[in-house]
């Protein structure tokens, strides 16, 4: 008898604990249910590199976390999946393109040469290049273009700009409007500016910062940058070689130039020093933002590519809740009916010891700490079925024993122990597939196979030690302890026959 | 009535050819239905997939409108789209919105688009574009679900070896408690619950259009430890006849194990259709395949362990 109280004192004493825990730490509600972006990234090996390693992994990490500072996003979480992906959450966030901008492209900063001999291919791109951005401003603009064209500088006739896409062998989809054309010319040309440079002197690298300014003409941006120490000497050197020789310095970001500056001879001395610099590449405000933002942050060791996004409004997500609460307490409900129709007494016991599986389990949540979704409260009701199920067996068991003539308390005992074996082997497979869906499930895949686990192994703990403690406790009450509470009277053994 | 006689309410082993009959009519069905939908040309896999197996975007848009909203056609939704220029990343092509499929639901209140992968920003310019033929938009109800096509044959894989690793798991553990025959029959069972499932979902797909998505491949994995759950109840109980009723054929030992685990068999999967009936009628709309599917599962696991696997067991037993 004293076991037994100290067992009911444990339960209690778990069912206050983890009443106190879910006030004090409410659960954590997933993106699908609260509002917000999800962005996955994959981490693509490149050059040399064919298998992304931890460290790699984790150094892409560090420059991503440096960006999403930079962005200044409220509570973002930016976390590693598998090899190599990584997994970043923006609650409340609507519109995460801004997000996958900043984050999915390298940034690779260089500072580059003009080789020498090439002058007069650049400046045929260069003009090609200041005409594009010019039409296509007019264009973006809306002018109308009769009157546009009336202006040479802001004119690109039609054979022009395919004779132009042709040479630099862009391909254009059929039916793109001209806009459009102009925009692949002007990738075409920013890519070919490229082909024109000596190897990289100076890379992003070399910048301990980074900053905008707007020109004082105009309402273009301008991105300034400061370098290391050592930076800033190749800078002056890299100028100086470049003073006076009419060669362009260029800057080129992620494989295409955005800036091509000349050096005037007054640089010859000492080539341009003092450790900054400024790109002036004709910036939105948003535009520059981001540069400057990527800059600071470093370029990534590896590229990344944006392989999943998945945008949920809070209203969408409110609807979530709502419908699985619903769900949750009818499926509750139909469990609790079934159970006190079908096994009486004992199905009441079933049932408190339900409520308890449920406050145990979402304290569990709680402590974890568990994220629900949306797939994990469908693995919380479906566990609901699946903790009874322990409950059936033992129960079934105490009724076969009844049946055999044998004495309340004796059927409860052998209905426990006799049961055992198979709760457990049948639990137990039940498990082998949550670990393989954890181990090798991402995302929410896991979340579900956590939920679906945590309630396996509760259901255990609820059906062997809760209901037996709480049948043995009613069985102290003699009113209680009749068999007729636990099966129809006309299947019991009569005492006469 | 001879103490044995009273132990066999459930006699499955003289309907044996019944039982068996009708499961393996149930399994061809099924490869039929697998067939089919791998020779449709619209399909082209043995199950419909969903946007997380092949990978595109799709956005729910929830219209801004006070009473009713405007009337609208997905004709003309489609026409926007075909017409509509997306930005492109430097150094690639923008996708073309033509073939995408526009879906009205609500009374017109929500729209759904079925589009290829695109960009965040692409997502954006589409929604954009959208927006003064809809009428407003509502912000807070918006849904935008991209996954890359590298995603999809990911998540294929991943599905296909955890289930491969499940089953392998399962037939350890059970050779380990019992023997190698009844790991057998348990993954026969298995794959029978899990081939039958997909099947539904085959015809579902030809004649209804259902796709499968990873909540399915979910499904499929739970259902793995599940089905077994059921049953080894029916084996721990075959075992325990067998040395009760030693002297009795194995058929009579099965059927005698069936007889007295029938309530309980039937009654596990009533408490466990119960809350997945309660996702189908009020889980909404992401959850009700997934409920529809395990309860199929569910079904189909009960029968197999009490019609196929103490059927098979004495002629398996035998050799």
């Known amino acids: 008898m004293a076991r037994q109280q100290g067992w009911l004192a444990l339960i209690l004493a778990l069912a206050i604990s983890a009443a106190a825990l879910l006030i004090q730490f409410p659960l954590q509600l997933g993106l699908d249910l609260r509002g917000g972006s999800q962005l996955s990234l994959q981490v693509k090996p490149a050059g040399t590199i064919t298998r992304v390693e931890r460290e790699q992994l984790e150094a892409v990490k560090e420059v991503l976390d440096r960006r999403i500072n930079g962005l200044g996003v409220a509570e973002s979480t930016l976390q590693t999946v598998g090899d190599d992906q990584l997994v970043l959450q923006l609650p409340g966030e609507q519109d995460p393109s801004r997000a996958a901008r900043v984050l999915g492209?390298?940034?690779?900063?260089?500072?580059?040469?003009?080789?020498?001999?090439?002058?007069?291919?650049?400046?045929?791109?260069?003009?090609?290049?200041?005409?594009?951005?010019?039409?296509?401003?007019?264009r973006r603009a809306r002018v109308d273009p009769a009157e546009a064209d009336a202006d040479p500088a802001r004119a690109l006739a039609a054979d022009d700009l395919a004779q132009a896409l042709q040479e630099l062998g862009v391909e254009v989809p059929a039916g793109s409007s001209e806009i459009r054309q102009l925009e692949l010319l002007l990738d075409a040309v920013n890519t070919r500016i490229?082909?024109?440079?000596?190897?990289?002197?100076?890379?992003?690298?070399?910048?301990?910062?980074?900053?905008?300014?707007?020109?004082?003409?105009?309402?273009?941006?301008?991105?300034?940058?400061?370098?290391?120490?050592?930076?800033?000497?190749?800078?002056?050197?890299?100028?100086?070689?470049?003073?006076?020789?009419?060669?362009?310095?260029?800057?080129?970001?992620?494989?295409?130039?955005?800036?091509?500056?000349?050096?005037?001879?007054?640089?010859?001395?000492?080539?341009?020093?003092?450790?900054?610099?400024?790109?002036?590449?004709?910036?939105?405000?948003?535009?520059?933002?981001?540069?400057?933002?990527?800059?600071?942050?470093?370029?990534?060791?590896?590229?990344?590519?944006?392989?999943?996004?998945?945008?949920?409004?809070?209203?969408?997500?409110?609807?979530?809740?709502?419908?699985?609460?619903?769900?949750?307490?009818?499926?509750?409900?139909?469990?609790?009916?079934?159970?006190?129709?079908?096994?009486?007494?004992?199905?009441?016991?079933?049932?408190?010891?339900?409520?308890?599986?449920?406050?145990f389990n979402l304290a569990v949540y709680a402590l974890i700490p568990v994220t629900l979704t949306l797939p994990g409260i469908a693995g919380f009701i479906l566990s609901l079925g699946l903790a009874v199920d322990a409950n059936v067996l033992i129960f079934e068991r105490i009724k076969d024993e009844l049946r055999e003539g044998n004495t309340l308390i004796r059927s409860i005992d052998a209905g426990f122990s006799q049961a055992l074996s198979s709760i457990v082997d049948g639990?137990?497979?039940?498990?082998?597939?949550?670990?393989?869906?954890?181990?090798?499930?991402?995302?929410?895949?896991?979340?579900?196979?956590?939920?679906?686990?945590?309630?396996?192994?509760?259901?255990?703990?609820?059906?062997?030690?809760?209901?037996r403690v709480l049948l043995r406790l009613l069985m102290s009450y003699p009113n209680l302890r009749r068999p007729a509470n636990f099966i129809p009277r006309a299947q019991l053994p009569t005492a006469a026959s | 009535?001879?103490?044995?006689?009273?132990?066999?309410?459930?006699?499955?082993?003289?309907?044996?050819?019944?039982?068996?009959?009708?499961?393996?009519?149930?399994?061809?069905?099924?490869?039929?239905?697998?067939?089919?939908?791998?020779?449709?040309?619209?399909?082209?896999?043995?199950?419909?997939?969903?946007?997380?197996?092949?990978?595109?975007?799709?956005?729910?848009?929830?219209?801004?409108?006070?009473?009713?909203?405007?009337?609208l056609t997905t004709a003309s939704l489609q026409r926007r789209l075909a017409a509509l220029e997306l930005p492109a990343d430097p150094g690639a092509q923008a996708p073309r919105l033509g073939g995408g499929a526009v879906q009205l639901l609500d009374e017109?209140?929500?729209?759904?688009?079925?589009?290829?992968?695109?960009?965040?920003?692409q997502s954006q310019a589409v929604?954009?574009?959208?927006?003064?033929?809809?009428?407003?938009?509502?912000?807070?109800?918006?849904?935008?679900?991209?996954?890359?096509?590298?995603?999809?044959?990911?998540?294929?894989?991943?599905?296909?070896?955890?289930?491969?690793?499940s089953f392998i798991g399962i037939a350890a553990y059970i050779t380990l408690r019992y023997d190698r025959?009844?790991?057998?029959?348990?993954?026969?069972?298995?794959?029978?619950d899990v081939l039958i499932t997909c099947g539904v979902f085959a015809w579902l797909g030809l004649l209804a259009g259902v796709e499968v998505n990873s909540l399915f491949a979910v499904a499929l994995l739970t259902l793995a430890g599940y089905s077994v759950n059921d049953t080894v109840v029916v084996f721990d109980r075959i075992r325990e006849k067998r040395q009760q009723l030693q002297g009795a054929s194995l058929a009579d030992q099965a059927d005698a194990a069936v007889s007295a685990t029938l309530t309980r068999s039937l009654f596990t999967s009533l408490t466990t259709l119960l809350p997945l009936l309660a996702l189908i009628l009020f889980g909404g709309s992401t959850l009700f395949w997934f409920a529809v599917a395990l309860s199929i599962g569910v079904l189909v696991g009960a029968w197999s362990s009490v019609a196929v696997a103490p059927t098979l067991l004495p002629v398996l037993g035998r050799r």
């Open chain 1, 194 to 359: 490229v082909d024109l440079y000596e190897p990289a002197e100076l890379s992003g690298r070399e910048l301990v910062g980074a900053g905008r300014q707007q020109q004082q003409t105009g309402t273009a941006w301008d991105v300034t940058l400061n370098f290391t120490r050592e930076g800033g000497e190749r800078f002056a050197r890299l100028t100086q070689s470049l003073a006076g020789s009419g060669r362009l310095l260029g800057i080129v970001l992620d494989g295409r130039s955005i800036s091509e500056a000349s050096v005037g001879p007054e640089f010859q001395a000492a080539g341009i020093t003092g450790g900054a610099a400024s790109i002036t590449g004709n910036f939105t405000a948003e535009e520059a933002r981001e540069l400057e933002v990527q800059l600071r942050g470093g370029s990534l060791p590896l590229p990344v590519e944006v392989i999943e996004v998945r945008t949920v409004g809070p209203s969408l997500g409110a609807e979530n809740v709502r419908t699985s609460l619903i769900a949750a307490l009818v499926g509750l409900a139909l469990v609790a009916g079934f159970m006190v129709l079908m096994y009486r007494l004992a199905g009441v016991v079933a049932v408190m010891a339900l409520a308890l599986y449920a406050l």
């Open chain 1, 105 to 138: 492209t390298t940034a690779l900063l260089e500072f580059r040469a003009q080789t020498p001999g090439t002058e007069e291919e650049m400046a045929g791109l260069l003009a090609l290049k200041r005409q594009t951005q010019s039409v296509l401003a007019s």
């Open chain 2, 1 to 71: 009535m001879s103490p044995l006689a009273s132990l066999l309410r459930v006699r499955v082993n003289h309907r044996r050819r019944l039982l068996l009959g009708l499961s393996a009519a149930a399994v061809f069905l099924s490869l039929l239905g697998l067939l089919l939908s791998w020779l449709s040309p619209a399909i082209g896999a043995p199950l419909r997939a969903g946007l997380d197996f092949t990978g595109g975007t799709q956005i729910q848009i929830e219209r801004r409108c006070d009473g009713a909203c405007e009337p």
């Open chain 2, 108 to 121: 017109g209140r929500q729209v759904v688009l079925r589009l290829p992968t695109l960009s965040a920003d």
């Open chain 2, 127 to 165: 929604i954009a574009a959208l927006e003064p033929d809809l009428g407003g938009i509502e912000p807070a109800g918006l849904g935008i679900d991209t996954i890359g096509p590298s995603l999809g044959a990911q998540l294929l894989r991943a599905s296909l070896v955890s289930l491969g690793v």
């Open chain 2, 181 to 192: 025959l009844f790991a057998g029959l348990a993954l026969l069972c298995l794959g029978h």
């Open chain 1, 427 to 467: 639990q137990v497979t039940t498990l082998i597939s949550c670990l393989a869906l954890f181990a090798l499930g991402t995302g929410f895949v896991k979340g579900f196979a956590v939920t679906l686990g945590i309630g396996v192994l509760l259901s255990l703990f609820s059906a062997l030690v809760c209901t």
